[in-house]
């Protein structure tokens, strides 16, 4: 679940739906339909007027006051488990099970780049608040840290002895933390 920018729609992503919310009375304000798997995740862009979800093998956006869907985003060859939109809104990356990242236009869902070098799924990815990296985490037992412009990798975070689950930027984007199943 997760709220809006401005904090009176909350999104909650479910099996083959989300829901948006209004957060102070609850009542439910549109379903997004359309998906045969389980939503892994849902999130609003940065300005509150689009919603990206992930689940199965495609990610979609969708017009957050309609719940229209806007863009089908495909690629992955596997189960793509979460998106996210860039700080700027201009850019979603979504990681997958098929051990890529991939950046995509979030006005027009076409494919921008490929984040390739994980050796297993790619569990999560996220932007740097300034949005120009982007960190992934996978099974593989790594963190990379990759050129959000250019896809080129710029580091691998490497320690943990299990599946690293999460990884994000501290608010000044100078520190990555990490969490894994070690």
Avoid: C
């Avoid at 009176?8 to 304000?29: F, M, Q, R, S």
């Avoid at 919603?51 to 089908?72: F, H, Q, S």
């Avoid at 799924?121 to 120009?132: F, H, I, L, W």
Wanted: charged share 25%; glycine share 10%; no cysteine.
């Amino acid at each position: 679940a997760t709220y809006s920018p401005d904090g009176k729609h909350i999104i909650v992503a479910g099996i083959n739906k989300a829901i948006v919310w209004d957060a102070e009375t609850g009542v439910p304000l549109a379903e997004l339909k359309g998906y045969k798997a389980t939503i892994g995740n849902a999130t609003y862009s940065p300005d509150g007027k689009r919603i990206v979800t992930a689940g199965g093998d495609t990610a979609r956006t969708w017009d957050a006051k309609t719940g229209l869907p806007l863009a089908e985003l495909k690629g992955h060859s596997s189960s793509i488990l979460t998106a996210a939109y860039s700080p700027d809104g201009k850019r979603i990356v979504t990681a997958a099970m098929d051990n890529t990242a991939r950046v995509w236009d979030a006005e027009t869902g076409l494919p921008f780049a490929e984040l390739k070098g994980h050796a297993q799924s790619v569990e999560t990815a996220t932007y740097s608040p300034d949005g120009k990296r982007i960190v992934t985490a996978s099974q593989d037992r790594t963190a990379r840290v990759w050129d959000a412009k250019t896809g080129f990798p710029l580091a691998e975070l490497k320690g943990h002895s299990g599946r690293v689950w999460t990884a994000t930027y501290s608010p000044d984007g100078k520190r990555i933390v990490t969490a894994s199943v070690d």
